[in-house]
C-alpha cells in the first residue's frame, strides 16, 4: 500500500502517541536541509519474554543486513558514491577538514544515507553536492581515496540521471528513471513487453518480476535464470537477474537468510515458524510461488507478538510499478494501546444505542474491531530513515480478498514525532492562549488516540444502510462521507463521560485539547499542506474540513469561531458542550446521508465545505507556518541492541541502547553490514 510519509502537521494531528513514558528521553537528533532525524523509544521492550527479545535480535540483524540492497536498486552508482564519500570522511587530511567545503560535504553524506542514494526520497529528484568536482577530487587524492571515475558526472552533472523514478508524460519511463530495476539501455518497450508474455495470468497469481532486475541478454547471461523462449522465433530480447541466494544480492540474502534461520529458533509459534520456513525458502529460490506461501502464512499469524516485514514489498520506486523495493520492520504488538482499543471494541453496541443518529439508521448488532497497534523495533531498507506510520500488507490483491490482510499502526514512531515537535514553535503560533497550549500539553496525544481508536474500533463499523440501498451510492464523494461520519461518531464521545467511567480518560476536561485540535487543524492549519491555489484533494483532509466549516456555519450562538487578533486569525471555543452538540447534529445529517444514500446532499456537503480554502485564510496560514523554518521531513536513527551470549554462544539476553548518532549509525552500519560488490 502507498506509503504515507509524515509531514509535519501530522505529526500533531493524526494518531498520536502513547502515554507514561520518560521524559528525559532524547527525541531530536539531527536537523539539516529540509530533513530532520528523530529517535523513538521501545517501550515495553523490557517487558518481552527472553524468547521474544532473542527474537527481536534475530530479526533486526536480518533487517539490518539488506541496506545495501535498497541503495544498489535506488541507481547502479549509489554503492561507489556512498563507499567513496565515507571513505573520504573517515580518511580526510587535517587540512581538508578544516575548509569550509568539508561542512557542506558531511551534509551531503548525510543526505545520501537518508536517501539511500543520491535522489531525494520524497521528490526523487537528484540533489547537487554544494562543493565542487575539483575539492572533491583534490581531497580525495590528498587522503588517498581511489575511485571509479564514472561517479564523477552521476553525482556533479545535473543532467546525468536527474530522477529516481520519472513519471513524466511521453518519455521512455525506464530509460529515463535512474533506479538500477532495468539494465543498461532497456527501455520501457522492451521491458513492457517481456512482462506482458510473462504475465500469470491464473486465478492465484504469481507476481512475475517482484525480485528481479530485467537486463538485455548476452552471451554471458544466456544460460542465466528466466531466459525463456518468447515463442516465435524463440528468441529473447531480456532476461530476468533474479534477486536470491547464488543470484542478484545473493552476498546481501545469505546473510539475511542466515538471521532468519537463527530466527527460527525463538519463533512464538508454529505459525511463526512456517512464515519463516517460507521467507528463507524464497529467499534461497527466488521462487515466486514461494513468496505467495509466505504472504498467506503471514497474513495468518495473528497470535505472535512479535512480527516483521521483510524482503521485496513495495512498487512506487520501478517505473513500471512491478519490481519490489527491499524493506524491513521488526515490531511487537502494544498491549497498553491494544488494552484501550479492546476496552472501545466491547462497549461498541452502548455507543451505537446513545450516538444521535436516527433509530432507524443504527445497527441492533454492532460488533467492534480491536486496532492493531506496534511498536517498532528497527528500521530497514525502504522503511528508513524515511519510515511509513502504518502497515497495510500483502499488496496482492488475491491475496487480500482470500486471506485478507494486516493493517497497523506503529504508535511509538507516532509518539516520537509528536514529541520531537513540542518546543518547535507550531502550538505557540497558532493557538490562541497559554490554557489551551497547556491543556493539549497535558492531553493532547491521548485525545488523538482515542479519537483514532473510537473511529476505527466503533466509528467506520457503526450504522446501517437502508435496504436497497448500495454501498457505492454516494460514489465519488463515498470517502469523504464516510471518514467524516467515522470522525464525528469520535468526536461526539471523546467528550461522553463514559469514556471517564471506562477510565480511558482521567477527567471530564480532557476532551477539550482534543477539540480544540480537530477544530484548529479542520478549519486553518491543515492548509499548510495545500499549495497556494490548489483545493483540498485528500479525503481525510476534506472531511476534516468539511466538519470544521460547518460547525463554524453553524455555531449561531457562538459556541466556537475564528477571531482576529493583531492581524492575525485563531480559533476559539466559547462554549465545548454546544460544540458537541454540533458534532452530534452533523454525525445524525452524515448518517442519514449515508444510509439512505442520499447523493445529492453528499454532493452538496462535500462542495460547499470540503474541498475550496479561503485564499486570504490560506496564505496568512503559509506564511505563519514557513517563519517557523521546520523540516518538512523525517527520519530516524534505530536504537542498537546488543546480544549477551555464554559460553556456549547462546544469547542470554538482549541490551537496548538508545545513545547512538545519526552519523555513528551509518557509518557502523556501512562497516558491518556492507556485503555487497560496488557493482552488481
Ligand atoms: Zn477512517
Known amino acids: 500500500m502507498k506509503k504515507v510519509y509524515v509531514l509535519p502537521l501530522v505529526a500533531l494531528t493524526l494518531l498520536a502517541g502513547c502515554q507514561n513514558k520518560q521524559p528525559k528521553f532524547q527525541y531530536n537528533v539531527d536537523k539539516f536541509y529540509d530533513l530532520e532525524i528523530l529517535r523513538y523509544d521501545v517501550p515495553e521492550f523490557d517487558q518481552l519474554t527472553l524468547q521474544q527479545k532473542q527474537l527481536v535480535y534475530c530479526l533486526s540483524e536480518a533487517a539490518l543486513w539488506g541496506r545495501d540492497i535498497l541503495f544498489d536498486q535506488n541507481g547502479r552508482y549509489n554503492l561507489r558514491i556512498r563507499r567513496t564519500c565515507e571513505a573520504l570522511y573517515l580518511n580526510a587530511n587535517a587540512n581538508t577538514k578544516a575548509n569550509d567545503e568539508f561542512e557542506k560535504f558531511e551534509k ?9 542514494g543520491i535522489h531525494h526520497h520524497y521528490s526523487e529528484d537528484k540533489f547537487l553536492p554544494e562543493f565542487t568536482q575539483e575539492w572533491f577530487v583534490t581531497a580525495c587524492a590528498e587522503a588517498g581515496v581511489a575511485y571509479d571515475p564514472a561517479i564523477l558526472p552521476v553525482m556533479f552533472d545535473p543532467a546525468v540521471m536527474p530522477k529516481r523514478t520519472t513519471a513524466q508524460d511521453g518519455v521512455d519511463l525506464v530509460l529515463n528513471s535512474a533506479g538500477n530495476y532495468y539494465g543498461e539501455g532497456v527501455t ?105 506461501e509466505y504472504c498467506i502464512a503471514w497474513v495468518k499469524d495473528l497470535d505472535s507478538r512479535v512480527d516483521f516485514v521483510n524482503g521485496f514489498t513495495e512498487t512506487y520506486t520501478d517505473p513500471l510499478g512491478i519490481t519490489g523495493t527491499w524493506e524491513s520492520m521488526v515490531n511487537f504488538k502494544d498491549l497498553n494501546a491494544t488494552h484501550r482499543t479492546q476496552l472501545i471494541s466491547e462497549n461498541a453496541q452502548w455507543f451505537e444505542d446513545h450516538s444521535t443518529t436516527d433509530p432507524k439508521y443504527k445497527k441492533e448488532e454492532v460488533k467492534g474491531v480491536s486496532a492493531k497497534v506496534i511498536t517498532a523495533a528497527i528500521l530497514a531498507g525502504d522503511c528508513y530513515p524515511a519510515t511509513p506510520i502504518g502497515i497495510n500488507l500483502p499488496n496482492a490483491n488475491w491475496i ?57 474500533c466503533v466509528g467506520h463499523g457503526s450504522g446501517k444502510l437502508m435496504p436497497c440501498v448500495t454501498k457505492d451510492a454516494l460514489k465519488e464523494h463515498a470517502s469523504t462521507i464516510e471518514e467524516a461520519r467515522a470522525d464525528l461518531f469520535g468526536l461526539y464521545y471523546l467528550a461522553d463521560p463514559k469514556l471517564v467511567e471506562l477510565g480511558l480518560l482521567p477527567n471530564n476536561e480532557a476532551y477539550k485539547a482534543g477539540y480544540y485540535q480537530q477544530m484548529m487543524n479542520g478549519a486553518m492549519t491543515q492548509l499548510v499542506r495545500i499549495e497556494p491555489g490548489k483545493d483540498i484533494e485528500e479525503a481525510h483532509m476534506r472531511n476534516r474540513q468539511l466538519i470544521a466549516n460547518w460547525v463554524l456555519e453553524h455555531a449561531e450562538n457562538g459556541e466556537v469561531m475564528i477571531i482576529e487578533r493583531n492581524d492575525k486569525h485563531y480559533l476559539q471555543i466559547f462554549d465545548y458542550e454546544g460544540l458537541r452538540r454540533l458534532y452530534g447534529e452533523l454525525l445524525a445529517e452524515i448518517q442519514r446521508i449515508t444510509s439512505e444514500g442520499d447523493y445529492k446532499a453528499a454532493k452538496e456537503m ?75
Open 188 to 292: 520501457q518497450k522492451e521491458a513492457e513487453a517481456w512482462y506482458a508474455a510473462h504475465k500469470d495470468n491464473s486465478p492465484e497469481p504469481l507476481w512475475i518480476g517482484l525480485n528481479s532486475q530485467l537486463v538485455h541478454l548476452t552471451p554471458t547471461l544466456s544460460q542465466g535464470e528466466g531466459a525463456s523462449p518468447l515463442g516465435g522465433d524463440g528468441r529473447e530480447v531480456l532476461v530476468e537477474r533474479v534477486y536470491r541466494v547464488g543470484g542478484l544480492y545473493g552476498e546481501a540474502l545469505e546473510h539475511i537468510v542466515y538471521w532468519l534461520n537463527e530466527a527460527l529458533r525463538y519463533a512464538e509459534n508454529d505459525q511463526q515458524r512456517e512464515v519463516l520456513r517460507k521467507l528463507i525458502a524464497f529467499n534461497e529460490t527466488g521462487d515466486l510461488r514461494l513468496f505467495n
Open 606 to 680: 462535500v462542495e460547499r465545505y470540503a474541498v475550496k480554502v479561503n485564499p486570504e485564510l490560506h496564505q496568512e496560514i503559509l506564511a505563519r507556518y514557513q517563519q517557523l523554518n521546520l523540516a518538512p521531513y523525517k527520519g530516524f536513527v534505530n536504537p542498537v541492541y546488543t546480544a549477551i551470549r555464554d559460553k556456549e554462544g547462546n544469547i542470554s539476553d538482549v541490551r537496548i541502547d538508545f545513545t547512538e548518532g545519526y552519523i555513528e549509525q551509518h557509518l557502523r552500519y556501512s562497516r558491518d553490514y556492507s556485503p555487497l560488490p560496488d557493482v552488481n
Open 400 to 456: 487480500r480478498k482470500e486471506y485478507g490482510s494486516k493493517s497497523v499502526t506503529i504508535d511509538n514512531l507516532m509518539h516520537a514525532y509528536n514529541e520531537a515537535a513540542k518546543g518547535n514553535g507550531f502550538n505557540e503560533e497558532f493557538m490562541i492562549d497559554d490554557e489551551i497550549r497547556a491543556l493539549y500539553e497535558q492531553y493532547g496525544a491521548l485525545c488523538g488516540d482515542l479519537h483514532t481508536d473510537l473511529h476505527e
Open 108 to 116: 551531503y553524506l548525510k543526505r545520501i544515507w537518508f536517501s539511500n
